[in-house]
Nanobody
């Protein structure tokens, strides 16, 4: 009943763009901080970006600042990750996750245990 579903992954050339979607069902997404994570083959999962509940504060890992943008559409109960200027090091399975902490998350957003996780969507960057 409670689900997060990622979509929008695919194959793009270096320097290309892709928009990932994280659609929530069974709960109101606006009450949750939403984080984007990624995991490449042979590597551990790492935080990419996060948008806080209520105040909408956003966070990004240094390597994607200026290239990726996270946003929330309350009417569609969906969070997006716009990825521009994709690089060869960006390919991975991207996951979205939701956290219900009332006070939201801070600078350590990527270190928390989130309540719900999606199944992931594959992003491939190749010429």
């Amino acid at each position: 009943q409670v689900q997060l579903v990622e979509s929008g992954g695919g194959l793009v050339q270096p320097g290309g763009s892709l928009r990932l979607s994280c659609a929530a069902s069974g709960f109101t997404l606006d009450y949750y901080a939403i984080g984007w994570f990624r995991q490449a083959p042979g590597k551990e999962r790492e935080g990419v970006s996060c948008i806080n509940n209520f105040d909408g504060t956003t966070y990004y890992r240094d390597s994607v600042k200026g290239r990726f943008t996270i946003s929330r559409d309350k009417a569609k109960n969906t969070v997006y990750l716009q990825m521009n200027s994709l690089k060869p090091e960006d390919p991975a399975v991207y996951y979205c996750a939701a956290d219900h902490r009332p006070a939201g998350l801070g600078a350590g957003w990527y270190k928390y245990e989130y309540d719900y996780w999606g199944q992931g969507t594959q992003v491939t960057v190749s010429s």
